[in-house]
């Protein structure tokens, strides 16, 4: 028995675990998949008063996808958007083989790990090149923020402490659009050394008129790189112009350097991901989403 | 703080109060002394505790007794068929020298039972993929793949998979 001694309340229901978000204040955690949440007990790095598991609300499951957006809820685990994403979403599907192992997928929530805000995690940095944003509720009220504001700092959202996420949503790329996806780690499954995604879109006369490039692992947030989408945009992707948006984009991190890799590396390998998620983003233009 | 949990483990239905703070693991291997289900590191990274969670492959370490209430859990004791039989996974491991001290087999098992249901006939790849959840200290990475392509081999002869039966 590895975790600090805490009070377990079983919410019901996402109203249930609103209302004991708010009666416990700051010293509550919201227990979904636990998949990270669980470790940082064991490791005594969390001592919440309290854990409010919201494993039984079945107003917080459900995955779905309508006018071109895609809604995931808070119960909904990492294994049911790979389902989805294997037939919808190549680019979320290559994502999360990249998550961990299955094991924890099974379990781990799509929610939490956004959430969770781990600098190195995949999801965030595709909530940002999706166009997406996460639902919370507290005690009162609702409201929506965008991926571009949900990320302050390593683990650290804008999240109020009595707020709850209720689900997320994805915006999916414009129809023809192309996705690249890339990522350097120790081991399969291991945390992002630097990681990369693009999302691109031409137009009728070949030039950029969609793009989002993210990067994760080489910062305390999830980034999306404004220097180089600036580089393509209106623009058509000639080889030079795609090496140069990723120089421009690399340039602009400043990574950490840390046990497995330095600043400087981080920053090399960023450019080097950087050119192949835009160039294979770019060769699928035109074929699926 | 004890809360009462209803848990069918390997078929049979088990009723303890538990801790909050415990974890499944704990909860296999000190209340219904399941000591099948190893624990390693107990945060997550090392595999050694995976079990089925109705089904599914997960990380017992990674999961509080008490949210385990009225589901079923699968652990390596409930994997061969009644008797002294071994179950074709586990033949494949005694075969193929799949296991060195023993420590990470059966949560490497629990996992392959479910891998093997999805990838009946695995590449190498994805087995290694796969394995990279599971740690082996002994490092007989190369025989543990050679078990489980093996085992996916036994199951495709065997036809109609046999227990556990996974999601």
């Not at chain 1, 805490?6 to 416990?24: C, G, K, M, P, Q």
């Not at chain 1, 919440?48 to 119960?75: H, K, W, Y």
């Not at chain 1, 046990?259 to 450019?271: E, F």
């Not at chain 2, 008490?66 to 005694?94: K, M, N, R, S, Y």
Request: hydrophobic share 45%; net charge negative; glycine share 10%.
């Amino acid at each position: 028995m590895k975790p600090p001694p805490f009070e377990y309340v079983a919410a019901s229901s996402a109203a249930d675990a609103v209302e004991a978000l708010r009666r416990y204040g700051d010293e509550a955690k919201i227990l979904a998949g636990g998949q990270s949440l669980i470790p940082m007990l064991a490791l005594r790095l969390a001592r919440p008063s309290a854990l409010v598991d919201i494993n039984r609300c079945d107003d917080l499951e459900g995955l779905a996808e309508s006018g071109g957006v895609l809604t995931v809820g808070a119960l909904a685990r990492q294994r049911d958007l790979e389902g989805w994403a294997r037939t919808r979403s190549p680019l979320l599907s290559e994502a999360l083989g990249w998550v961990s192992h299955a094991p924890i997928r099974n379990r781990g929530t799509v929610l939490g790990n956004l959430v969770h805000a781990d600098p190195a995690s995949e999801l965030p940095a595709l909530l940002l090149c999706l166009d997406g944003s996460v639902l919370v509720r507290r005690k009162g009220g609702e409201r929506v923020i965008p991926a571009d504001k949900l990320y302050l700092a390593p683990l650290t959202t804008s999240l109020e402490f009595d707020e709850l996420a209720i689900s997320a949503r994805f915006q999916l790329p414009p129809e023809g659009a192309g996705w690249g996806f890339a990522e350097v780690a120790r081991r399969h499954g291991d945390f992002a050394l630097v990681g990369c995604a693009g999302v691109v879109a031409l137009d009728g006369a070949g030039a950029v008129s969609h793009v989002r490039l993210g990067f994760f692992g080489v910062g305390g947030t999830p980034i999306r790189s404004a220097p180089g989408e600036a580089a393509l945009m209106g623009r058509e992707p000639t080889p030079a112009r795609i090496a140069e948006a990723a120089k421009a984009a690399a340039a602009a991190l400043s990574p950490d350097g840390d046990l497995h890799a330095s600043a400087d590396y981080r920053k090399k390998v960023a450019a080097t991901l950087a050119g192949r998620v835009l160039a294979s983003a770019f060769s699928r233009c035109g074929k699926s989403r | 703080m004890k809360r009462a949990v209803h848990v069918k483990v390997n078929g049979t239905d088990c009723e303890q109060a538990v801790d909050v703070r415990s974890t499944l693991a704990d909860f296999l291997r000190e209340d219904l002394d399941l000591t099948g289900t190893h624990v390693g590191c107990e945060h997550g990274v090392c595999g050694a505790c995976t079990v089925l969670f109705d089904g599914l492959p997960m990380r017992a370490c990674l999961i509080l007794a008490v949210q385990a209430d009225g589901h079923e859990v699968t652990t390596i004791e409930g994997v061969a068929p009644p008797g002294d039989a071994l179950h074709p996974i586990q033949e494949a491991f005694a075969a193929k020298h799949g296991l060195q001290c023993g420590y990470c087999t059966p949560g490497i098992i629990m996992s392959a039972c479910a891998f093997l249901k999805e990838h009946p006939s695995p590449t190498e790849g994805e087995i290694r993929e796969m394995l990279a959840g599971h740690l082996c200290r002994c490092t007989g990475y190369h025989f543990i793949v050679e078990a489980i392509a093996e085992a996916a081999r036994a199951l495709a002869q065997v036809g109609p998979r046999p227990a556990p039966d996974v999601k």
